[in-house]
């Protein structure tokens, strides 16, 4: 015989379980698309002025220079630097960083040590990993004729695997809203011979009640010790009147105490006359 439990008002629920779930699944999602969204430098002389186009769409940023403000142009292999501002991924470092050699300049490189060093008066130098590098230079000094893309990096397979398991965050984000909003009306109580079955969103729980009791209670609950506690839904394992617990209830104000060897279950069946005779006449549990 199949039971549930009663559905609750759900002001609490929207009131929690909204405002949660955007906290959680937006920032999962948006961290998932930065991590693995193709991660561009695009480099462009043309009349006079220099152009890096830098990030994934749409949230691409431009940075324009003045070739007439650039002093010098050095060769130069970078130590170990200190980012101040900006992205640091495996083949794309763009921003404000610092090294011993050059002091705090902005870049949009590889990440290798070998780049173009281009000094600007009165202001920040500029580190630049430029594909064609000779082309490059000659396009500095033409002041145009230069458009290219840094190509995708090689990460290996170290970086992938950390792509994947920020793949997950956002799935393991959507738990929030499914536990506030799905969950509470999965949950079934179905009694079989001799036992009973409890219905989660993640499963299946058998518990032998042969032999037990099974008795309407309204319980002191105490501490979660493991599993889910959100208004309307409620299952895992908790200190209930002093003793381990498990509770699979959209309530925990009253219910039916599942009692014995091995055994102890709280739950909340809406029709708790008729679950407590099949649990007498199928469970084998006595009052």
């Known amino acids: 015989m199949l039971f549930r439990p009663p559905r609750l008002k759900r002001g609490l629920q929207l009131a929690l379980g909204l405002p949660l779930s955007l906290v959680v699944?937006?920032?999962?999602?948006?961290?998932?698309?930065?991590?693995?969204?193709?991660?561009?430098?695009?480099?462009?002389?043309?009349?006079?002025?220099?152009?890096?186009?830098?990030?994934?769409?749409?949230i691409a940023r431009h940075h324009s220079f003045d070739l007439a403000t650039i002093t010098a142009v050095e060769d130069v292999h970078l130590g170990r630097g200190r980012r101040i501002a900006g992205t640091s991924l495996p083949g794309y470092c763009v921003g404000t960083f610092s090294y011993a050699?050059?002091?705090?300049?902005?870049?949009?490189?590889?990440?290798?040590?070998d780049v173009l060093v281009l000094r600007r008066a009165e202001d920040n130098p500029v580190v630049l990993t430029p594909p064609g590098r000779d082309r490059f230079l000659a396009?500095?000094?033409?002041?145009?004729?230069?458009?290219e893309s840094q190509p995708p990096p090689d990460t290996g397979r170290g970086w992938f695997m950390i792509k994947l398991l920020v793949l997950l965050?956002?799935?393991?984000?959507?738990?929030?809203?499914?536990?506030?909003?799905?969950?509470?009306?999965?949950l079934r109580y179905r009694v079989i011979s001799g036992g009973?079955?409890?219905?989660?969103?993640?499963?299946?729980?058998?518990?032998?009640?042969?032999?037990?009791?099974?008795?309407?209670h309204r319980p002191r609950v105490g501490l979660r010790l493991w599993g889910t506690g959100a208004p309307g839904y409620y299952t895992g394992t908790y200190r209930v009147d002093g003793a381990n617990t498990k509770i699979y209830t959209t309530s925990v104000k009253e219910g039916v105490l599942i009692e014995g060897p091995g055994v102890r279950v709280f739950i909340n069946p809406e029709n708790e006359p008729a679950f407590l005779h099949a649990m007498h006449t199928m469970g084998g549990a006595t009052s």
């Open 25 to 58: 699944v937006l920032p999962t999602l948006f961290a998932a698309w930065l991590v693995w969204a193709p991660h561009v430098v695009e480099l462009t002389i043309d009349e006079g002025w220099l152009h890096v186009t830098t990030a994934p769409a749409p």
């Open 101 to 113: 050699e050059t002091g705090r300049v902005w870049q949009a490189t590889d990440c290798s040590h």
């Open 139 to 147: 396009a500095l000094e033409s002041g145009g004729g230069y458009h």
């Open 169 to 186: 965050t956002p799935f393991l984000g959507i738990l929030v809203p499914l536990i506030f909003f799905v969950a509470p009306g999965r």
């Open 196 to 216: 009973l079955e409890v219905v989660t969103m993640l499963g299946t729980k058998r518990f032998a009640t042969a032999g037990c009791t099974a008795r309407p």
